[in-house]
């Protein structure tokens, strides 16, 4: 599946349709009055947000959005009938932002939750409003104020409640699909994951909560290698953190190496996300032996940076259970601080 978080489209909203002008002409009233309606109003361009999609994948097949214009107004005081409104439906945790200006039109965090982009057009008056004592048949009517057209810059930052974050091969994709149902693509190269892959964690208690496996960061992705800038930003939203470390890596000088590396990138990208609450999985505990770094040294060196841990073996499920309940104890602390 293709997994497009950024998209530019154009939208206008309808014209208001011109009033009518008309007399009436009536069998028995040889001077019949103006009765020119008014014209429908133009329709408003809505963004709404819907979890029934997950990327910005559409607009990449349809760029323009356009809604109706007003009928015009007609003979007998009838008035032209209002357009329907265009709406655009995004996922949620949408941003909407005018592409000219830059200003924040819409952030569209909850389902069904709707705004006006653009207000469509008024409809004009018909001349039976002109009427006055003195003008007793205005043959003038207004015409329907036109639409505005607007380049929109649409941005997806996920919303979820736990992001799960690692070096490339680190088995975050392997540990979201044994917790969750989420079935992400997995094998053994570096950068299997190359889009966000969303998976949700059922408790006993009925409780369900989101997880996103964000790809792999390696060093350098606040300024965007290996698209790292393009995927640090789906951090943003998540209440908690999970690092996966990979007990098999060989850091070169410290044994936090890849923890480290993490953080700086987290930290260069945007300075909140190192205060967001979170802890560590030492992943590929199944493959632990001579040769990989100590495990015991790595928990101390992680517990005196603040960094509470877990060893697991996403590939075998040793662990799991144990984490899966510090995971829910860890966003209720997060969500009650």
Not at 33 to 44: E, L, Q
Not at 152 to 164: E, F, P, W, Y
Not at 260 to 284: C, Q, W, Y
């Amino acid at each position: 599946m293709v997994f497009l978080d950024e998209a530019v489209i154009a939208a206008r909203s309808g014209d208001g349709g011109k009033g009518c002008v008309s007399f009436r002409r009536e069998r028995f009233v040889p001077k019949g009055g103006p009765d020119g309606g008014n014209g429908g109003d133009g329709g408003s361009v809505i963004a709404r947000a819907t979890k029934r999609l997950y990327t910005l994948r559409d607009f990449s097949r349809r760029r323009y959005f356009k809604a109706g214009d007003g009928g015009p107004g007609r003979g007998k005081s009838q008035s032209g009938r209002n357009s329907p409104r265009c709406i655009i439906e995004t996922p949620v945790g949408t941003i909407i932002q005018d592409d000219e200006s830059g200003e924040i039109l819409a952030d569209l965090i909850e389902d069904n939750q709707e705004i006006v982009l653009i207000t469509g057009g008024k409809g004009g008056k018909g001349n039976q409003h002109f009427a006055t004592s003195t003008n007793r048949t205005p043959r003038m009517a207004q015409p329907g104020l036109p639409g505005e057209e607007k380049r929109l810059r649409l941005t997806l930052k996920l919303l979820a409640d736990i992001g799960l974050i690692g070096l490339p091969n680190a088995g975050k994709s392997t540990l979201l699909s044994r917790l969750t149902m989420a079935r992400p693509k997995i094998d053994n190269y570096p950068f299997t994951t190359i889009v966000p892959n969303l998976g949700v964690i059922s408790f006993d208690d009925e409780k369900t909560l989101i997880m996103a496996d964000i790809p792999g960061l390696i060093e350098g992705a606040s300024s965007g290698r290996g698209l790292g800038d393009r995927f640090l930003k789906h951090i943003e939203r998540t209440n908690l953190l999970l690092h996966v470390l990979d007990i098999t890596c060989k850091p070169g000088q410290n044994i936090l190496e890849d923890f480290l590396t993490l953080r700086h990138e987290m930290g260069t990208f945007a300075s909140e996300l190192i205060d967001k609450p979170f802890f560590v999985a030492i992943n590929k505990i199944d493959l632990y032996g001579p040769g990989h770094r100590d495990l015991e040294e790595l928990r101390k060196a992680l517990e005196e940076r603040g960094a509470e841990s877990f060893p697991i073996s996403a590939l075998t499920g040793e662990g799991l259970e144990e984490l899966k309940g510090k995971i829910l104890q860890r966003w209720e602390d997060a969500k009650g601080a």
